[in-house]
Structures are given as structure tokens and as C-alpha cells.
């Protein structure tokens, strides 16, 4: 077995602010994700990595970076926070693609 | 692109009648991966069953699917809801770009 952590569990952020999200895995999985959750709208990927290093773009990339430091992290920075912001973000990993997502416990981002 | 399509945003049933949540998807990938996630209120999602096999029903936890490419759908039933079914539900796609493609999700009430 394995577990995902994601670091702040809440996150409260100003207009304008950058902000950095967190994930560790200890699955020794390949690929990790980051997606974010807003009610009424499902999830939708910001980005992904295939393997350390390397970044692809989700649907809703814009306005975030990422960085796959190593193969157990993956860092999620929203590079500008929007006034009255409020969405779960959640990152999951897999040992490939078409395999199962683990999904991490999520951080809540609140932007005053 | 690949795209799953949920059409009930909310279903509401009474405590021992039969569920069932529909799923269709869109891709040209000959051999996708359809999964079913289940996330319970302030948890994370969690893979509920998946298939890649076609006609060939997966079951898990009283719950059961079965891929039918012919008319690109995996729809997920279950004879008799409990009280403990009530969660949000995604179907989901992996085609053979490394990435889930997620529906809009399907929340499920069970009333006494």
C-alpha cells in the first residue's frame, strides 16, 4: 500500500498572491496529477508528469505551473490567486497510464 | 478529443430500489479504459470498479458495469441502494494519452 499527503490542507490566499500546493506520494508511482474540483463542475486536470521531470498541460492549465522535482513530488503553483476563489485541488498518482488514480486527501483554497 | 457524458447531474431513490447511472463516452481509441469513482462527502474520490474488456460485466462492492463498445457506454447499477450509496460517482475515460478524461459526475441520494 501507499498514501498520498498534500500540503496546506486549507490554503487562504490574497488577490494577486502566488501560492504553492503540495503532493508526496510513496506509491513509487510514475505519473501524478493535479486536478481541481469546484462544485457542479467535476474534476478537471490542470497538469500531469509522466515521469520525473517532465510536465504536460491539462485542460485548465492557464494561470498555474507545476514542477516534478522528483518522482514522489509534484508541485502545484497558482501564479496569480483570483479574488473570491474557492476550489479543492487534488492530486493522484498511477504506475501508468490506464492504471487506477490514487487520490491524495486535497487542499482548500479560499482567496480573500 | 476523448469525452464522457453523465447525463444526470442529481438521481434520488428510496432505500432498497435499484440504481442505475449512466455513462457514454467518445473516442477513437479502439481499447479505452472506463472506470467508476465514488466520492463520499468531505473524502477524497476512489476507484469503484473499471473495465477494459468488452461485454464482460466488472463488479465490486454490490455495484456492477459492463462496457459495451458498441454503443460506448458503461453505465453502473446496482439491484438495491443503502443509505450509505449516497456520494458523488464519475465515470471516466483513459484513452492512450496517459490522462483521465472525467465526466461531470452524478450525485446519488438515497432517502429512507
Known amino acids: 500500500g501507499g498514501i498520498i499527503t498534500q500540503t496546506p490542507k486549507f490554503l487562504i490566499g490574497q488577490e494577486g498572491q502566488k501560492l504553492t500546493l503540495k503532493c508526496q506520494q510513496n506509491?513509487?508511482?510514475?505519473?501524478m496529477y493535479w486536478y481541481r474540483q469546484d462544485s457542479g463542475k467535476g474534476l478537471r486536470l490542470i497538469y500531469y508528469?509522466?515521469?520525473?521531470?517532465?510536465?504536460q498541460k491539462g485542460d485548465l492549465s492557464e494561470g498555474y505551473d507545476a514542477s516534478r522535482e522528483k518522482k514522489s513530488s509534484f508541485s502545484l503553483t497558482v501564479t496569480s490567486a483570483q479574488k473570491n476563489e474557492m476550489a479543492v485541488f487534488l492530486c493522484?498518482?498511477?504506475?501508468?497510464?490506464?492504471?487506477?488514480?490514487?487520490f491524495g486527501p486535497g487542499t482548500r483554497l479560499l482567496v480573500l | 478529443g476523448d469525452s464522457v457524458t453523465q447525463t444526470e447531474g442529481l438521481v434520488t431513490l428510496t432505500e432498497g430500489l435499484p440504481v442505475m447511472l449512466n455513462c457514454t463516452y467518445q473516442t477513437i481509441y479502439s481499447n479505452p479504459f472506463l472506470f467508476w469513482y465514488v466520492q463520499h462527502l468531505n473524502e477524497s474520490p476512489r476507484l469503484l470498479l473499471k473495465s477494459f474488456t468488452d461485454n464482460k460485466r466488472t463488479e465490486h462492492q454490490g455495484f456492477h458495469a459492463t462496457l459495451h463498445k458498441s454503443s460506448s457506454s458503461f453505465h453502473l447499477q446496482k439491484s438495491s441502494a443503502q443509505l450509505s450509496d449516497s456520494a458523488l460517482y464519475y465515470c471516466a475515460l483513459s484513452g492512450n494519452q496517459g490522462k483521465l478524461i472525467f465526466g461531470q459526475g452524478t450525485k446519488l441520494s438515497i432517502k429512507p
Open positions: 508528469s509522466i515521469t520525473e521531470n517532465d510536465l
Open positions: 493522484a498518482s498511477s504506475m501508468a497510464k490506464q492504471d487506477t488514480q490514487y
Open positions: 506509491f513509487n508511482h510514475d505519473t
